[in-house]
């Protein structure tokens, strides 16, 4: 599994962006999808998951609320909505897949096996 995020930028504290990851492969819709970020200085941190069906999602108590995971298999393609950005959520943002067919979403790091670039958030106060 190949995997491309994008739709990162710079706004305003309260704005919204929505980040997309597009995947390769023809086992995506068998893998559980996540969103990581990474801030300068601080370690990579588990943003939001989602099932390989769609059907259960899992977020960081940080963003609960203010973000929403979702997933199309039949485009390939897993979105993160990002809504009333603060100043604290800016990072790299990263999509990843892992955890084949399994039921349980990890927000380890090391659960996920396959990683996409990174797409940059930069939100001004």
């Known amino acids: 599994v190949q995997l491309q995020a994008f739709g990162g930028g710079l706004v305003q504290a309260g704005d919204s962006l929505r980040l997309s990851c597009a995947a390769s492969g023809r086992t995506f819709n068998t893998y559980n999808m996540g969103w990581f970020r990474q801030a300068p200085g601080k370690e990579r941190e588990f943003v939001a998951g989602?099932?390989?069906?769609?059907?259960?999602?899992y977020y960081a108590d940080s963003v609960k609320g203010r973000f929403t995971i979702s997933r199309d298999n039949a485009k390939n393609m897993v979105y993160l909505q990002l809504n009333s950005l603060k100043p604290e959520d800016t990072a790299v943002y990263y999509c990843a897949a892992g955890g084949r067919l399994r039921r349980t979403i990890l927000a380890g790091p090391e659960a996920y096996d396959y990683w996409g670039q990174g797409t940059q958030v930069t939100v001004s106060s």
């Open positions: 989602i099932s390989w069906t769609g059907g259960r999602t």
